[in-house]
């Protein structure tokens, strides 16, 4: 990676594994991220919780649905 180069990662978290099935992304995140004198910096970020089609824990906290 050239040491001027800007970029994005994105992440997802999903309810599981089958796409196809019950399973729905209920976040997605970003970090933008450039190098600066060699050293890798942050520049920005950003959560979104996707609204899922039916109400779910994680762990020991309800994901509830968000009004239209």
Known sequence: IPFDSTFVVFDTETTGFN???SDQMIEI????????????VMCDK???NVKPKYFFTVGS????EVPK
């Open 19 to 21: 796409a196809g099935g």
């Open 29 to 40: 995140g970003a970090v933008k991220l450039r190098f600066n004198d060699g050293e890798l």
């Open 46 to 48: 950003v959560s979104v």
């Open 61 to 64: 906290q309800w994901v509830i």
